[in-house]
């Protein structure tokens, strides 16, 4: 996939990002969620990550924009440490401003929307450019317009989330996301929370963006989208990647027994 520049008014000049996941362990307890995984995705580059329940997944993710701390290893973004900096061979915790800022050039589309329930579909899009990026006012009430009738719901910019279908809130969440101009944009299972006659228009949405050049990293039970959209999917087992390759490659011709064994009960 080329990389170009995301589409919407105000996001004009946006470079997609890269992404590495450095040599990352991280535990609960005695529990080893994510056990030395490394991973690199390239600018504009659709990556769909796919495991069992359990696997890592959501918690590589956490990783990636420093919701979770790994124990040993880091994540950079365009070749920025994320949530720390390098003192000697050391790795240092940043502050917490600093990661919030760091974190606002990361969207996250979580798998239950999370948007604030006070305040209508329009502010709620409008709200972090306004917080973080400082943009006035008007103009992050414009973008937030325009990102609406980018992912369908121009009409309903006056609406609370409760007056929404959940596949109308998961879409105002991927406009919230993309209302920060991010680099790179991750998805937590955005369709697991929907009903399945809501799937189709979160996958649209998300697959207009895959066409759009934006650097995507989407956890997903969805093998079919994955085929469709990715550049290369991830297989993540035990908090290990078991294989990675282009979907014809890993979801037709998977090298590994773990992933053969997954595949044929999902598909």
């Given at each position: 996939?080329?990389?170009?520049?995301?589409?919407?008014?105000?996001?004009?000049?946006?470079?997609?990002?890269?992404?590495?996941?450095?040599?990352?362990?991280?535990?609960?307890?005695?529990?080893?969620?994510?056990?030395?995984?490394?991973?690199?995705?390239?600018?504009?580059?659709?990556?769909?990550?796919?495991?069992?329940?359990?696997?890592?997944k959501s918690t590589l993710l956490?990783?990636?924009?420093?919701?979770?701390?790994?124990?040993?290893?880091?994540?950079?973004?365009?070749?920025?440490p994320i949530g720390v900096r390098?003192?000697?061979?050391?790795?240092?915790?940043?502050?917490?401003?600093?990661?919030?800022?760091?974190?606002?050039?990361?969207?996250?589309?979580?798998?239950?929307?999370?948007?604030?329930?006070?305040?209508?579909?329009?502010?709620?899009?409008?709200a972090a450019p306004v917080a973080?990026?400082?943009?006035?006012?008007?103009?992050?009430?414009?973008?937030?317009?325009?990102?609406?009738?980018?992912?369908?719901?121009?009409?309903?910019?006056?609406?609370?989330?409760?007056?929404?279908?959940?596949?109308?809130?998961?879409?105002?969440?991927?406009?919230?996301?993309?209302?920060?101009?991010?680099?790179?944009?991750?998805?937590?299972?955005?369709?697991?929370?929907?009903?399945?006659?809501?799937?189709?228009?979160?996958?649209?949405?998300?697959?207009?963006?895959?066409?759009?050049?934006?650097?995507?990293?989407?956890?997903?039970?969805?093998?079919?989208?994955?085929?469709?959209?990715?550049?290369?999917?991830?297989?993540?087992?035990?908090?290990?990647?078991?294989?990675?390759?282009?979907?014809?490659?890993?979801?037709?011709?998977?090298?590994?027994?773990?992933?053969?064994?997954?595949?044929?009960?999902?598909?």
């Amino acid at each position: 996939m080329t990389a170009k520049t995301v589409l919407g008014a105000d996001t004009a000049g946006i470079v997609p990002a890269a992404v590495e996941v450095h040599d990352v362990h991280k535990w609960y307890g005695a529990h080893r969620v994510l056990d030395g995984v490394s991973l690199t995705v390239r600018p504009g580059e659709v990556t769909v990550i796919l495991g069992p329940s359990g696997s890592g997944k959501s918690t590589l993710l956490r990783v990636i924009n420093h919701l979770e701390k790994p124990e040993v290893g880091h994540v950079s973004i365009n070749g920025e440490p994320i949530g720390v900096r390098r003192h000697g061979d050391r790795l240092r915790e940043l502050s917490e401003r600093t990661i919030l800022t760091q974190r606002a050039r990361i969207g996250f589309v979580f798998q239950n929307f999370n948007l604030f329930p006070h305040l209508t579909v329009l502010d709620n899009v409008a709200a972090a450019p306004v917080a973080t990026r400082r943009l006035p006012k008007p103009a992050a009430l414009e973008l937030a317009r325009e990102l609406l009738d980018r992912v369908g719901l121009a009409d309903k910019a006056g609406a609370y989330p409760r007056q929404l279908s959940g596949g109308q809130q998961q879409r105002v969440a991927i406009a919230r996301a993309l209302a920060l101009r991010p680099g790179v944009i991750l998805f937590d299972e955005p369709t697991s929370a929907l009903d399945p006659e809501l799937v189709g228009e979160v996958l649209a949405v998300i697959k207009d963006l895959a066409t759009s050049g934006t650097t995507l990293v989407i956890v997903t039970h969805e093998v079919g989208f994955a085929r469709e959209v990715a550049d290369r999917v991830v297989f993540i087992d035990e908090g290990k990647i078991v294989e990675q390759g282009p979907p014809g490659e890993v979801l037709d011709r998977p090298r590994h027994e773990r992933t053969r064994d997954f595949l044929s009960k999902v598909l």
